[in-house]
């Protein structure tokens, strides 16, 4: 049986529409425009900090601005679990993974607060048995240290990568392993321009792609 690792926001989860909403909080406090959702799942894939610079950017911000943002946003972001929702067929596809005796992990730029918090909110928690946050090692994706991590906490067997953007496709080349695109996440290009094995847009077909994928391992 595999190791299946998972990013979470935009593969798993669509989490955009709670962190649209602490962003426009904090910056209507200060006065500015607030940004759109569309812009919200852009800026989503590098990490906390990196959301903050990029809606910083957004609206001219100084970058002296960072450390107090950041930090205001990190306060709201682990109770921000009211609008995320799995994408369809998720649960389905995790039962059907787990029922086949794959073993299955979380690999995210999301901090592990809330990585953790949402998890448990969604009743996914119980599918995965490693669960590695962005700041659950010195290094981030797509540096390929944590999925190499968490692929080991999962014990042996062949290593799938599952995930919806860039740099997910970059973290799973420089791995070198399998790469299967989820193609309605949070994406920026298009699917023919994002390395992947296989691509998907309706989690229902994942488990065959799964099969397929150890297939062509063989």
Do not use: W
């Amino acid at each position: 049986m595999a190791r299946i690792v998972f990013d979470l926001d935009g593969t798993l989860i669509d989490s955009a529409p709670d962190l649209h909403g602490i962003g426009n909080q904090l910056l209507e406090a200060d006065g500015h425009a607030p940004i759109s959702l569309a812009d919200t799942r852009a800026f989503v894939g590098n990490g906390a900090a990196v959301f903050v610079k990029r809606m910083r950017a957004a609206r001219g911000i100084a970058d002296a601005e960072q450390t107090r943002l950041l930090a205001a946003f990190l306060r709201q972001y682990e109770q921000a679990v009211e609008l995320t929702k799995p994408y369809e067929g998720v649960v389905s596809a995790l039962t059907a993974l787990a029922r086949a005796g794959h073993r299955l992990g979380i690999c995210t730029n999301k901090p592990i607060a809330p990585t953790r918090a949402v998890l448990n909110d969604l009743d996914l928690a119980g599918f995965f048995e490693v669960v590695l946050g962005g700041d659950s090692l010195a290094l981030r994706k797509p540096d390929p240290a944590p999925l190499h991590a968490a692929f080991q906490a999962l014990g042996a067997g062949p290593q799938i990568y599952v995930g919806d953007s860039e740099v997910d496709a970059q973290t799973a080349q420089r791995a070198a392993v399998p790469f299967l695109l989820f193609t309605e996440g949070y994406r920026r290009s298009s699917v023919a321009d994002i390395a992947h094995h296989a691509a998907f847009s309706d989690f229902a077909r994942l488990p065959d792609l799964v099969r397929q994928t150890l297939a062509g391992m063989l």
